[in-house]
């Protein structure tokens, strides 16, 4: 049995301790969601176990923030008092200590959206950035292109199919900007400077769900809330995992996207800790590059 080998056993035990705990646990998860796909985003959460609040207000943020296992943000549908709300989340979970998932959904789409994106993402402390290749090109491109539209982007999707190569250099590049990358693609890339995992898991057609990385990124949220904080890494990956596996078995009883979503909520619903260990296919290679980390962490 090879080094890496005996690596991804180890990351699917891992993954499933992880499942447990968050069954057991019940983590309570602070959601500012993208309003297209906020009902999806609680579905998938509560599917797990995990108990979301989708507390949008100013009003109530911080308190809602400063007590919760965990801060998931999108950027999703931004306007004036979603971003306020937002970056105040973001800065109580930096003061509390509360992990913080960010999708800067669109990022790259709008002037808008790229700035508020780089900004999110500076403000926290040793995020997870869960986005497609297109937007984390967005996130880590030169500040003299900020506001310019990434071609590689139609509407907030990525218009090509990126290489695992590609998403690799993309997620370094993430890495070095701050935080833990889990970008996602037909094989999606997770990477902290220290290693880099490629998770194999998912179906074409979660491609055509719209909600669908909304809802990844929720899964993401909730094994990182009950994750330790020195590996966030692993929580990533077991949580793309469990979506993509999640999404293979669905597939199999769905007749196209449609049917696929209500399925898939079931699945998770269901999904045990051996069965996220029996179906987890994970590589796992070394990065060579030391993370950066942030103050106040």
Request: glycine share 8%; net charge positive.
């Amino acid at each position: 049995m090879t080094g890496q080998t005996r690596d991804a056993e180890r990351l699917r035990a891992q993954a499933a301790d992880l499942l447990a705990a968050l069954r057991e646990r019940r983590p309570v998860v602070h959601h500012l969601p993208n309003l297209v796909t906020a009902a999806d985003v609680a579905a998938a959460a509560r599917a797990l176990g995990a108990m979301p609040i989708m507390a949008v207000s100013p009003d109530e943020v911080e308190e809602v923030t400063a007590s919760a296992d965990a801060l998931v943000v999108s950027l999703g549908t931004p306007t004036a008092e979603r971003l306020q709300a937002i970056e105040q989340a973001v800065r109580v979970a930096r003061r509390r200590g509360v992990p913080t998932v960010i999708d800067p959904v669109g990022a790259g789409a709008s002037r808008l959206r790229t700035a508020a994106a780089r900004r999110v993402v500076a403000t926290a402390s040793w995020p997870v950035i869960r986005a497609n290749p297109a937007e984390a090109q967005a996130l880590v491109g030169p500040p003299g292109r900020v506001g310019r539209p990434v071609r590689a982007l139609r509407g907030v999707e990525a218009s090509r199919l990126y290489t695992v190569g590609e998403m690799r250099a993309l997620a370094a590049a993430l890495v070095r900007a701050g935080g833990v990358a889990a970008l996602t693609g037909p094989a999606d890339v997770v990477a902290d400077g220290r290693r880099v995992l490629v998770v194999h898991n998912g179906h074409p057609w979660l491609a055509a769900m719209p909600g669908a990385g909304c809802m990844a990124t929720a899964v993401v949220g909730v094994f990182v809330a009950v994750a330790d904080r020195a590996d966030f890494l692993t929580a990533a990956a077991a949580g793309l995992s469990c979506f993509g596996a999640a999404a293979e078995e669905a597939a199999c009883r769905a007749g196209g996207p449609g049917t696929l979503k209500p399925l898939l909520i079931d699945v998770l619903a269901a999904m045990t800790p051996q069965a996220l260990a029996a179906r987890m296919r994970v590589q796992v290679i070394p990065a060579g590059t030391a993370p950066r980390r942030r103050k106040g962490r």
